[in-house]
Nanobody
Framework: QVQLVESGGGLVQPGESLRLSCKPS????????TAWFRQEPGKEREFVAA????????RYADSVKGRFTISRNRAENTVYLQMNDLKPEDTGVYYC??????????????????WGRGTQVTVST
């Protein structure tokens, strides 16, 4: 049974940083593309960042480009989302997702068959 477990969320002030982690059981990120999505109450889940590790292709939402970085530690089979210069609009529940994706589908929720339960990120003064 595949499970994805996110960690690293929390409450921070604007301008601060957080690093989210996604650790799977039952699959290897070497075989799957990985993404982060986020969702605020009452809103659609939106794409944040994705990585297709065969080929080292990454994609980012325009709102996070230059501030967020998705990466993978192959030895630890863990994917990270480094978030710098956080803004109040980055607040939400962040979900890790994995799927056998192609480059053209990296930003679409429907491309990912496995999801974690999410970790809360709150950016507030």
């Amino acid at each position: 049974q595949v499970q994805l477990v996110e960690s690293g969320g929390g409450l921070v002030q604007p301008g601060e940083s957080l690093r989210l982690s996604c650790k799977p059981s039952g699959l290897s990120f070497s075989d799957y593309g990985t993404a982060w999505f986020r969702q605020e109450p009452g809103k659609e889940r939106e794409f944040v960042a994705a990585g297709k590790w065969s080929g080292a292709t990454t994609r980012y939402a325009d709102s996070v480009k230059g501030r967020f970085t998705i990466s993978r530690n192959r030895a630890e089979n863990t994917v990270y989302l480094q978030m710098n210069d956080l803004k109040p609009e980055d607040t939400g529940v962040y979900y890790c997702a994995a799927g056998r994706i192609i480059v053209s589908s990296m930003t679409f929720k429907s491309a990912y068959g496995y999801w974690g339960r999410g970790t809360q990120v709150t950016v507030s003064t």
